[in-house]
């Protein structure tokens, strides 16, 4: 019986005791402690957040960077390109005016050629007949009786020079 | 009150130097024979009695027993404090009662360690305001609390924003076990006003769990298994709840959602209900710690027992005793937590029933 018959004496004393532990532990511990552990809570969180955020901005520009590098490499592929054609077009060209240029060489050198030859025939021609007429003297000086006869002999000769 | 507290903190100190003097003095004189009848009875050995025994030791004393049996033994001796009507307050050692075979200023210890008058004609009301062992052991256990939180506390606030360090990393899965899983599952987000109470009850409760299992000053007492300790633990919940009980709160007794004819019997079980948790509540603290240190120097007491009937037996008992106290000791650091975890868990609950809204 004296176990389950409070005493009025720690009622009394408990009565104090915990209020002042009430009192006492939350002003100045568990208020403060929850505060903390609340901010650091906070602060793990932010934490946790900004590194997501970080990281998916590093994607982002790691993505970024590629593409930029990928554009680039397009970029310089199209530069090479455009050399290359250029080139082929500068090398083109130039083979096609020297063609040109050589052909109308060649023709000029044929017109002349044929120029001077016509001159040179007609040059021979005009010696042949000078030569024929000389012949034609020397003959007529030393066969005159045969004159019709060789002045035959000499057109067909003649004929045949052209 | 202050002058109270200090003038018994001195009589603490100064009864037990002057008990110490007299217990060396007297262990001097003991082989000499020649005492008086009073000692002469106890100098007989005495049958051992495990229920006195056990009795003596989970119950309240005015002095805190240390070592020795009989006139050999060594305690601290505690402060009286009585307040009577005719006497006012009344202040003074409990060594003057020497464990009751003298009255001092007309009171007397009777054999349950009460103080009466020494006139068993009087029939005033002592107030017994004394501290007692349980009342130390209590403000011990409470000022090591309050030394390790606001410590704790401070240096939160010292080391803000980092990681906790050594006692604080046990004490923190506390704080947040009763917050989260607790009073948070509990009370939902009204969990926070109510927060500091959870935690100093539940802490408190824990505390002196613990002590109590110390077997040496300045654990050993049963506070938590004291009903005094819990009917106040008990009292502080039920205020808490009916004074924070809301509108649904009231309805749900008062005006349930039963055919009107039930109320007859809804109404009286509703009624009981609110005077019964906080009830059950205290006497399941009481009953656990109580059982646990009963059961514990049961086991102690079977060396005894049998020590009693044979010399070899009681040391052949001895390991076995030992055994099974150690593996109740363990047993009891669980129910140390878990009995201060299930009053704080349904103080919760029934907090959380209280405050909560309803949306019909």
Redesign the interface.
């Known amino acids: 019986m004296?176990?389950?018959?409070?005493?009025?004496?720690?009622?009394?004393?408990?009565?104090v005791?915990?209020s002042?532990?009430?009192f006492?532990?939350?002003k100045?511990?568990?208020?403060?402690?929850?505060e903390?552990?609340r901010?650091?809570e906070q602060?793990i969180e932010d934490s946790l957040s900004l590194a997501e955020k970080t990281k998916s901005e590093m994607i982002r520009l790691q993505g970024e960077n590629e593409s930029l590098l990928a554009e680039a490499r397009k970029e310089r592929d199209l530069l090479l390109k455009e050399a290359r054609e250029m080139r082929d077009k500068i090398v083109g060209d130039a083979k096609a005016t020297a063609d040109e240029e050589a052909k109308k060489l060649m023709n000029r050198a044929q017109d002349e050629i044929e120029k001077q030859k016509s001159a040179a025939i007609a040059e021979i021609k005009r010696e042949v007949s000078v030569l024929s007429v000389q012949i034609a003297e020397k003959l007529m000086h030393q066969q005159l009786e045969n004159n019709a006869a060789q002045q035959t002999i000499i057109e067909n000769q003649l004929s045949q020079l052209n | 009150m202050v002058a109270t507290a200090i003038l018994s903190t001195f009589s603490i100190v100064s009864a037990f130097s002057s008990h110490a003097n007299d217990a060396g003095a007297e262990t001097h004189v003991n082989p000499e024979a020649g005492h008086s009848a009073v000692h002469d009875e106890h100098a007989k050995p005495e049958k051992y009695d495990p229920g006195k025994m056990i009795?003596d030791h989970?119950?309240?004393a005015h002095d805190w027993h240390l070592w020795g049996e009989g006139h050999d033994a060594v305690s601290i001796s505690l402060p009286v404090?009585i307040y009577t009507k005719s006497q006012g307050l009344v202040n003074f050692s409990s060594a003057r009662f020497e464990h009751g075979h003298a009255a001092y200023e007309g009171f007397e210890l009777n054999e349950?360690g009460?103080i009466v008058w020494e006139d068993k004609a009087n029939t005033e009301v002592i107030?017994?305001?004394?501290?007692?062992k349980?009342?130390l052991a209590?403000?011990l256990a409470?000022i090591t609390?309050?030394l390790i939180?606001?410590g704790?506390?401070n240096t939160?606030?010292k080391r803000?924003?980092?990681a906790p360090k050594g006692i604080h990393n046990l004490i923190?899965p506390l704080?947040?076990f009763i917050?989260d899983d607790v009073a948070k599952a509990s009370i939902g987000h009204k969990a926070?006003k109510y927060?500091?109470?959870l935690?100093?009850v539940f802490?408190?409760i824990f505390v002196n769990n613990i002590f109590g299992l110390i077997p040496i000053f300045p654990g050993g007492a049963n506070v938590t298994g004291?009903?005094?300790?819990t009917?106040?633990?008990a009292l502080?919940i039920f205020l808490t709840v009916n004074l924070n009980g809301n509108k649904y709160y009231w309805k749900h007794i008062f005006l349930p959602d039963v055919p009107v004819w039930m109320y007859v019997i809804i109404i009286p079980i509703e009624v009981l209900g609110v005077v019964l948790k906080p009830f059950v509540l205290m006497l399941r603290l009481?009953a656990n710690i109580?059982a646990g240190h009963i059961i514990i120097l049961g086991f102690f007491s079977l060396i005894f027992i049998f020590g009693s009937m044979s010399q070899g037996l009681g040391y052949a008992v001895s390991p076995l005793s030992v055994a099974f106290t150690v593996f109740m000791g363990l047993l009891e650091l669980l129910v140390a937590f878990l009995q201060a975890f299930v009053f704080t868990l349904l103080s919760a609950i029934y907090i959380g029933m209280a405050v909560e809204e309803h949306h019909h």
Do not use: C, H
């Not at chain 2, 107030?127 to 007692?132: A, G, H, L, W």
């Open positions: 004296q176990l389950v018959t409070p005493a009025i004496g720690l009622v009394f004393w408990m009565l005791t915990f002042l532990l009430l006492i532990l939350k100045f511990a568990w208020k403060p402690i929850l903390s552990i901010n650091r602060t | 009795i989970i119950a309240d404090i349950k009460v107030y017994d305001i004394s501290i007692t349980n009342v209590m403000m409470v609390l309050m939180a606001i704790m506390a939160y606030a803000a924003g980092k923190e704080i947040l917050r926070d927060l500091p109470l935690l100093s802490f408190f004291n009903i005094a300790v009917m106040v633990l502080v009481f109580t």
